[in-house]
């Protein structure tokens, strides 16, 4: 898979380390290409529903921010990306060992991005595709970020 | 507001209390009507973005779960629900003390449930909208709740 | 109900007059208020589905018009309106004399504005809920109707 | 591209031709696979919105229908489908010769299906995508269509 500029993937890691939720979840970043990122949650009690699988809002969290990083690899710097809105459909109980979402750019745009959303199931070999979505994000002038 | 049956109360609280990521994140329910829930989330490192306001995945998942309880207050007896899809559109930053997440049916069916999420975040007397969304779920069939 | 100022009535209309599809559907505006737009469309053999229920494609472009009307009676002269995406729940078959959609805006803004959009069914007195979405658009600057 | 079986795809046809919409509209099924259904609209004044392009509520008529005769491929005898919900992106302005819907079944499932739905318009050689949504379908018992 390609990898994007080594300095976009700085700025994406930096940004992602401030982003509490993601620690706290338990999630990482895997992958960092040019418009598309991918983030990867292993499974845990923290992160279920009532039936013991992954939460939609767990799944939903990961894919968020997999699609608004995906927009920023192709952002300029000085800039920053808000999630304007998505829409996921869970497909199938998100059960495995580990959650991987694919954020990809459909299309760019200077005030606008739209990205496609997958979350995949993963145990061993085994690739579940578990949850699709549709994302818009908005590129703002950069505002500090604490 | 109008209070859901005791029978009900306990059945929604007892599953939201077997939800993992409801507790990590450390969300409460603070209402439980007859087609309405309201979960709460305090404001903590844990749960923000890289701005430092709430994370949209957080807002998402007390809305998802909201949602979701909200159709469940108005299921029979031994059946369970799922997701099937929501749509949210995250309005302003989501700063304040705490978020309330606020779903209601707009259609029960036999099949499908249709709910409105509405997220306020609140600051002492200050109560802002900040993501507002739909959400399609389903009435299954009991599993076993783990 | 709240009327709009006369010169925002006027562009309202004046732009849905050259909105082809509406004319060729048989839809007219009912009301434009700040905020708030309503369109109605007759039940007729050239808007239906194959049950011939009002085919929603039917639905949605009415809500979509009603939203996106709704946005620009709050933008400033000389600016456009382009719907950037909408969500939409069909809650019920779309059958009854005439199609009622009613789209108000939920959070103005100058870049983005996100609209309520809800359609009605509407025999003699009987009104049904029959759709319900959201929809985001966007402002730009103006270009020349033709 | 690989053809639907020829009893799937007079099947799908015969519905198709008693949707009034799609005929006032001027569209028709291009293809008919196993799950995906390809319907064009062209170019015509009755489809516009104000500024001439094709209007949303038309480019997301045929998604919609798209979207579900691809469901439809899939069902059974004696079933029908409905559309439970959809959501459609506006990439880039709709202009060109033609609109082509393609609409795609990413999960099929007995109660629930969902879609892809992409729309790209046509001129000459040139094919630009100008919309792409996501849309939730449900098989029914079939009722007499009339």
Sequence with gaps: MEQAAGEVRERV???FDRQGLMAHLGARISHIGPGEVHIELPSRPEVTQQHGYFHAGATSSIADSAGGYAAFTLFP???????????????????????????????PGRTLTICRLEVFAL????????????????????????
């Design 77 to 107: 710097e000085r800039t920053s990306v808000l999630t304007v809105e998505f829409k996921i459909n869970l497909l199938a109980p998100a059960e495995g060992d580990r959650l991987r979402a694919i954020g990809s750019v459909i299309k």
């Design 123 to 146: 145990t061993g070999d085994q690739r579940t595709l578990i949850a699709t979505g549709q994302q818009t994000l908005i590129q703002i002038e950069s505002r500090p970020e604490r």
């Design 13 to 15: 890691q930096a940004s």
